[in-house]
Structure formats: C-alpha cells, structure tokens
C-alpha cells in the first residue's frame, strides 16, 4: 500500500501552509512589479536575478542546498537519505513576458518550495533528495525560444547555441548570464543532464478550463506541440514621399500580406490551431522611408503534429513566394518545434490519487501552454498539476489567482514528491 512516509496515514501535505506559500508569491512578485499590479522580470535581467537570490537565500535559511548549471537553472535541494540517488525535482520559472502576471512560472518555484518545507516541518526522512528547480528563461519573450533552460538541460539545444542568441537590443544570453550568475556564485555547479528520478510541475492553467468547471486540479495528460518561427523580409529604403509603387520594396506590406495568407491558412472550424506574431520589428523605423527589413515570429501551436507538420511546410514556402511579387526577399528560421507531448502515465496516475486521497475536485486535461515539463520525459517519467487561475487570464498583468488552489495543488505537489523519494 501507499506509505506517505515515515508517519503511518500522515500526509506531508498537511505541513503545507497557505498564509506561507501566498506571502512568498507576494514577496516575489514586488520584484519587478508594474503599476497594473503585473510584473516585468524578463530573463536574465537585475530583476530576474534579485528574484533569484530571494530564492537561494529562503533556500539556505531552511538549511537546503542550492546548485545552479552553465545556462544558469538554479535548484533547491533537500538532501535524503541516500544523496547519490538521482533526486525527486519539481520547478518552474522565474522568469515573466513584459506583460506577466504574478503567478505563472513564480507558483511552480513557490509551491515546490513550499512541499520542500512541508517535508522540513514533518522532519521527513525521504531516500531520495528532493529539488526545486527555477529553469532559466522560460518565457523566451526577451531571448526566443521560451524553455531554454530546461532545452539545454535536457540536451535539445546546445549551451553555445542558447549564448548567442540576442535579444533586441543586441546583448547575447552569455553576455547576460554572468551577471545574474554572479548574484548566486555560492551555488555548487551542477552538470547537464544529471538525470532525475521524476519531474512534476505545477503551474496556474492559464486557460479557462478549471475555472468553468468548477474543478481545482488539472491533472495534465500532455502539452501540445509548440513551435516558433523567426522570418525576415529584406526590401530597399526609399523616399516614402517620391517613390512610385513599381519601384518599391516594402518590406512591411510584404510581411503584413505573409501574415495575413498564413493566418487564413491556421484557421479551422475547432478553432484549435493558434496562430501568433508576437513580434513585429520594422526598420529603419522612420515614418517617412520605405522600410527595408521587418522581423517577425510566428509562434505555432495544435493538439495534431499532423496539422502543424501542414502549416509549417506553408510557412517554409509561402512568404518566398508573397515576397518575390512585391520586389523582396524572405528568410524563414524554425527555432522551436516541440512536438505533442503526452506525459508519464504512471506520473498522471499518481497526480490523480493524490487529489482524491485530498477529496480535490479534478479532471484530466491537455495542455495549452507550453512548459518546461515538455523537455523532461526522455530524461525522465514526468506530470504537471494544474490549478484554476480567475477568469482563465494569464500573460498579462490582471492574472490572479486563489490563496486556497494554489496551496490545494501544493498539496497535491508535496504527497506525489513524497511518494515518489520513498
Ligand atoms: C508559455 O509561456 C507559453 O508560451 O506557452
Ligand atoms: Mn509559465
Ligand atoms: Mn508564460
Ligand atoms: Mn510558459
């Protein structure tokens, strides 16, 4: 039978304290608050780093250790009984969009943090050491593409291949690590790869599923396949005022026809496709020049590999073609393709006992978003916790969520890492 522990029927989710756990997301979320009550604490930036060293110093004041790898995931190990054996990790992010609320990626860290202390409290004695991870630069809305840290732990992009990449001020993400790393030199270093004994995320749902239905707890099945495209259309600068309209190359009515072409293309009854340009640079950027270069991303989304398989070979041909006929060029990157995801079954099987063994209320459900816990699962047998957020909002400052569904998927987090470190 299920031992939770050394305790006989003693959960060590009854160690998790929700007045804890809200004040350590509050503190957070100072750290790069805006005026909407958001935050901004892109990656790799002061803030990212302040947010960080909040973390290591709550994590040495409990008496847990603190490691941190090249690309800069920083972890939060309780030690067990046997520290040679791969450790029990659950994390998140620290990182937020431009426009982020105070809850995602920051209630992963804080509620694995908070099952680590639960375990402190109870004086548990687990075999296996249990971690937290924060995975450097999740978003990828400064430095795309977004789970980066967890990318090249896992070995899906190369240390080199992540430092170079810029974001659009021209510093490169190893120009920017060295700093933030500084704030938390006393941590031990920490290889690539180092394998895990099982992930489990938690995150708020960032959609409106939970909340509709009145459900807490997500248990999540898999993540659907995520994928970013950078292209570029390249046109001449000229007179905007004397120029006629045979010898112009406009970059930004080539790229606003690609997108437009595209974005008729994504469409489907279901509405399951998500077709987004986040991000949209024309230069040189004067009113009164032609513009000659635009960059923009298309970030790719469906439940099918099938279907995204079909757009993205469109999005290979489509904007040489829409180009070439207004008199410019065209440059398609593909910096992301994270196939559909299923996770461990054993993992959801285990997220599901654990909420009823805690009388939640909770459904299987995919994934919208993308995490971090997408790169795990040939590293390791991995599951996510969802919990509902109001009104489903999320990347953008009015996220919100509620004091008791963020400590019931703690919870649910700290009797699954529990059970899982034996
Ligand atoms: C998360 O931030 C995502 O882009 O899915
Ligand atoms: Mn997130
Ligand atoms: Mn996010
Ligand atoms: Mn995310």
Same mark, same amino acid.
């Given at each position: 039978?299920?031992?939770?522990?050394?305790?006989?029927?003693?959960?060590?989710?009854?160690?998790?304290?929700?007045?804890?756990?809200?004040?350590?997301?509050?503190?957070? @979320?100072?750290?790069?608050?805006? @005026?909407? $009550?958001?935050?901004?604490?892109? @990656? =790799?930036?002061?803030?990212?780093?302040?947010?960080?060293?909040?973390?290591?110093?709550?994590?040495?004041?409990? $008496?847990?250790?603190?490691?941190?790898?090249?690309?800069?995931?920083?972890?939060?190990?309780?030690?067990?009984?046997?520290?040679?054996?791969?450790?029990?990790?659950?994390?998140?992010?620290?990182?937020?969009?431009?426009?982020?609320?105070?809850?995602? $990626?920051?209630?992963?860290?804080?509620?694995?943090?908070?099952?680590? #202390?639960? =375990?402190?409290?109870?004086?548990?004695? !687990?075999?296996?050491?249990?971690?937290?991870?924060?995975?450097?630069?999740?978003?990828? @809305?400064?430095?795309?593409?977004?789970?980066?840290?967890?990318?090249?732990?896992?070995?899906?992009?190369?240390?080199?291949?992540?430092?170079?990449?810029?974001?659009?001020?021209?510093?490169?993400?190893?120009?920017? =690590?060295?700093?933030?790393?500084?704030?938390?030199?006393?941590?031990?270093?920490?290889?690539?790869?180092?394998?895990?004994?099982?992930?489990?995320?938690?995150?708020?749902?960032?959609?409106?599923?939970?909340?509709?239905?009145?459900? !807490?707890?997500?248990?999540? !099945?898999?993540?659907?396949?995520?994928?970013?495209? #950078?292209?570029?259309?390249?046109?001449?600068?000229?007179?905007?005022?004397?120029?006629?309209?045979?010898?112009?190359?406009?970059?930004?009515?080539?790229?606003?026809?690609?997108?437009?072409? =595209?974005?008729?293309?994504?469409?489907?009854?279901?509405?399951?496709?998500?077709?987004?340009?986040?991000?949209?640079?024309?230069?040189?950027?004067?009113?009164?020049?032609?513009?000659?270069?635009?960059?923009?991303?298309?970030?790719?989304?469906?439940?099918?590999?099938?279907?995204?398989?079909?757009?993205?070979?469109?999005?290979?041909?489509?904007?040489?073609?829409?180009?070439?006929?207004?008199?410019?060029?065209?440059?398609?990157?593909?910096?992301?393709?994270?196939?559909?995801?299923?996770?461990?079954?054993?993992?959801?099987?285990?997220?599901?006992?654990?909420?009823?063994?805690?009388?939640?209320?909770?459904?299987?459900?995919?994934?919208?978003?993308?995490?971090?816990?997408?790169?795990?699962?040939?590293?390791?047998?991995?599951?996510?916790?969802?919990?509902?957020?109001?009104?489903?909002?999320?990347?953008?400052?009015?996220?919100?969520?509620?004091?008791?569904?963020?400590?019931?998927?703690?919870?649910?987090?700290?009797?699954?890492?529990? #059970?899982?470190?034996?």
């Amino acid at each position: 039978g299920r031992r939770f522990g050394d305790g006989g029927d003693m959960r060590y989710s009854e160690h998790v304290k929700q007045d804890r756990l809200w004040d350590r997301l509050m503190d957070l @979320a100072q750290i790069g608050a805006t @005026a909407k $009550g958001g935050v901004n604490r892109q @990656a =790799l930036t002061q803030e990212d780093g302040t947010a960080r060293r909040m973390l290591a110093d709550w994590a040495l004041s409990r $008496g847990f250790s603190i490691f941190q790898d090249e690309i800069g995931n920083l972890f939060v190990r309780r030690s067990g009984q046997d520290d040679t054996l791969p450790p029990v990790t659950t994390g998140s992010h620290l990182d937020t969009q431009p426009t982020g609320g105070r809850f995602d $990626g920051a209630y992963g860290v804080m509620a694995g943090f908070e099952a680590l #202390e639960a =375990l402190e409290d109870a004086g548990a004695l !687990t075999k296996h050491p249990v971690e937290v991870v924060a995975w450097t630069n999740e978003e990828g @809305a400064r430095f795309p593409p977004s789970c980066m840290g967890s990318g090249v732990y896992t070995g899906r992009y190369s240390l080199e291949w992540a430092q170079a990449i810029r974001d659009p001020e021209g510093m490169s993400v190893g120009e920017a =690590l060295v700093s933030v790393m500084a704030r938390t030199e006393d941590a031990r270093p920490r290889d690539f790869g180092a394998p895990l004994a099982a992930y489990i995320e938690a995150h708020i749902e960032q959609g409106p599923v939970l909340v509709t239905e009145g459900e !807490t707890i997500g248990v999540v !099945t898999s993540v659907q396949s995520q994928n970013l495209f #950078e292209i570029e259309i390249f046109g001449e600068e000229a007179h905007a005022g004397t120029t006629p309209r045979a010898n112009r190359s406009d970059a930004v009515l080539a790229a606003v026809e690609v997108i437009a072409r =595209l974005e008729k293309e994504a469409l489907d009854d279901a509405d399951a496709m998500r077709f987004t340009v986040g991000r949209f640079i024309a230069k040189p950027g004067a009113p009164n020049t032609v513009p000659s270069h635009v960059t923009f991303t298309i970030d790719l989304r469906h439940p099918e590999n099938a279907e995204i398989e079909r757009m993205s070979d469109l999005i290979g041909r489509l904007p040489a073609t829409v180009a070439g006929a207004r008199r410019c060029r065209a440059q398609v990157k593909r910096l992301s393709d994270s196939p559909v995801t299923p996770f461990t079954p054993e993992i959801v099987d285990l997220i599901d006992e654990c909420r009823l063994a805690l009388g939640l209320p909770g459904r299987r459900m995919p994934s919208g978003a993308g995490h971090d816990a997408m790169y795990i699962p040939p590293l390791a047998p991995t599951g996510m916790i969802f919990v509902p957020c109001v009104d489903g909002i999320s990347h953008n400052e009015a996220e919100d969520a509620l004091p008791e569904d963020l400590a019931a998927g703690a919870r649910v987090l700290a009797d699954c890492l529990a #059970e899982l470190a034996g």
